[in-house]
């Protein structure tokens, strides 16, 4: 026979919320005079979360998820094409002159790094190529002759 806590995890879902229609649902069943308990074994969610959606939707009168503190972004999903855009078109432009064209184009006032990390998440990295040496019919000759009397080594 299982515990309640192993029970309880194995029902969870890992996921960081969630969606609203679960939120509706929850608040569905409440309607319908369904238990916390009941909701919580019925939609596989714990016994707090669904206690926390019913709360919430009473004080607040709906299961929207809430603006959350901290700094909003300043590149909006317009500004992000633009920069991939502009660096696909060219690739050798630098950080500072990407942020000035950005500036003139959009009107977004953004640093340098900023663009430097909008590239980076996008998957855009600054780095050299790897120079390789021309290899001519000659030297690899030469290089297989050399190889093939050093074989043993």
Partial sequence: MQTASTNIYERMD???????????????CHLCNRSIR???????????????IITKWK??????????????CKMTEQG?????????????LS???IAKD????????IRPKTVRRELHEMGF?????ASKPCITM?????????????HLW
């Fill in 59 to 72: 004080q607040l009168g709906t299961t929207a998820t809430q603006l959350r503190s901290g700094r909003p």
């Fill in 125 to 129: 990295h600054g780095r050299a190529i």
């Fill in 14 to 28: 890992h996921s960081q919320e969630l969606s609203e229609f679960k939120h509706g649902t929850v608040i569905g």
């Fill in 102 to 109: 950005l500036q003139t184009l959009c009107g977004l006032q």
């Fill in 80 to 92: 992000q094409r633009m920069l991939k855009r502009t660096v696909l078109i060219s690739r050798q």
């Fill in 38 to 52: 009941e909701i919580s074994l019925l939609l596989n969610i714990p016994q707090s979360t669904g206690s926390g």
């Fill in 95 to 97: 950080a500072e002159s």
């Fill in 138 to 150: 000659c030297n690899a000759k030469c290089q297989m002759q050399w190889c093939k009397a050093r």
